[in-house]
T-cell receptor, first 119, second 112 residues
């Protein structure tokens, strides 16, 4: 149990276009999902916290107009990279925590990640 | 301010020997700690966790030790296998819907 599916696994897009990444919790509900970004040989950097039914909370230095987050349901959050540029190329990972008190609620479960390459 | 620190970026161990990965933290409010394993181009996968009220948790070849007074935890893998070669992230969390705080990771290479 506790599976998180992230789609797509990899995407190549042209500079200036937008890319949407989906994150789904398949067998549990998550009121909160998290979006991370990983640069080569570096740790996971939290970008934003996505709350179901409300606005996302962005970390300092993350442009909210560039990285649009929507958490429309308890099982789906999306990250849209708008007007992507080569410097946005990175590995993006979503994470979800089951609602408090439910199965394995103290853990975070991760999607398989999305490799974005902007050319 | 880095709340979770993994000071060794890499570690090489011979197959069959013990691997010891270390992690230090600064925030005494953390309720639990986790270790994640990550292969290239994949999301992290959960390995083992420990609550702040315990000092040891064991699962097969993996054991996590917690020293609260020193704000230090370690992951022991014994015996180490080539398939254990990956990046290991230490993470700390608090109750509620808060994000985990990750260390920078330690790349473990198990040499056959």
């Amino acid at each position: 149990g506790a599976v998180v599916s992230q789609h797509p696994s990899w995407v190549i897009c042209k500079s200036g276009t937008s890319v949407k990444i989906e994150c789904r919790s398949l067998d549990f509900q998550a009121t909160t999902m998290f979006w991370y970004r990983q640069f080569p040989k570096q740790s996971l950097m939290l970008m934003a916290t996505s709350n179901e039914g409300s606005k996302a909370t962005y970390e300092q230095g993350v442009e909210k107009d560039k990285f649009l987050i929507n958490h429309a349901s308890l099982t789906l959050s999306t990250l849209t990279v708008t007007s992507a540029h080569p410097e946005d190329s990175s590995f993006y990972i979503c994470s979800a925590r089951p609602v408090r008190g439910s199965y394995r609620w103290t853990e975070a479960f991760f999607g398989q990640g999305t490799r974005l390459t902007v050319v | 301010d880095q709340q979770v620190k993994q000071n060794s970026p890499s570690l090489s161990v011979q197959e069959g020997r013990i691997s010891i990965l270390n992690c230090d933290y600064t925030n005494s409010m953390f309720d639990y700690f986790l270790w994640y394993k990550k292969y290239p181009a994949e999301g992290p996968t959960f390995l083992i966790s420990i609550s702040s009220i315990k000092d040891k948790n064991e699962d097969g070849r993996f054991t996590v030790f917690l020293n609260k007074s020193a704000k230090h935890l370690s992951l022991h893998i014994v015996p180490s296998q080539p398939g254990d070669s990956a990046v290991y992230f230490c993470a700390a969390g608090r109750s509620g819907n808060t994000p985990l705080v990750f260390g920078k990771g330690t790349r473990l290479s198990v040499i056959a």
